[in-house]
Nanobody, 126 residues
Framework: QVQLVESGGGLVQAGGSLRVSCAAS????????MGWFRQGPGKEREFVAA????????DYAASVKGRFTISRDNAKNTVYLQMNSLQPEDTAVYYC???????????????????WGQGTQVTVSS
């Protein structure tokens, strides 16, 4: 069973930056599409960003576009989400997710991802 493990969450002041990481338990596990989602207190899980290695395309939610950047280190088989200009409304548990290996299109739908990490807490204080 492949596992995705997030790390790098924490507490930051408004306007600050954080980078969260997502590593697969198997180095050979490499979905073509990886995404980040978040779930705030009392809210549904929502799309944040996605990246397709095949098409080199990215997609961002309007609320984070221009502030967040999704990327991947191929050598480490790790996906990152660089978060800048953080605001209190960005407070949430952040999850990385992967689509089935043969699928190459980015998508914003939770149900289109079958591999999930356990999440990492990001808290932004005002």
């Amino acid at each position: 069973q492949v596992q995705l493990v997030e790390s790098g969450g924490g507490l930051v002041q408004a306007g600050g930056s954080l980078r969260v990481s997502c590593a697969a338990s198997l180095r050979t596990f490499s979905p073509s599409v990886m995404g980040w989602f978040r779930q705030g207190p009392g809210k549904e899980r929502e799309f944040v960003a996605a990246f397709s290695w095949r098409s080199l395309s990215t997609d961002y939610a309007a609320s984070v576009k221009g502030r967040f950047t999704i990327s991947r280190d191929n050598a480490k088989n790790t996906v990152y989400l660089q978060m800048n200009s953080l605001q209190p409304e960005d407070t949430a548990v952040y999850y990385c997710a992967g689509r089935r290996l043969f699928l190459t299109a980015t998508t914003r739908h939770v149900d289109d991802y079958i591999y999930w990490g356990q999440g990492t807490q990001v808290t932004v204080s005002s």
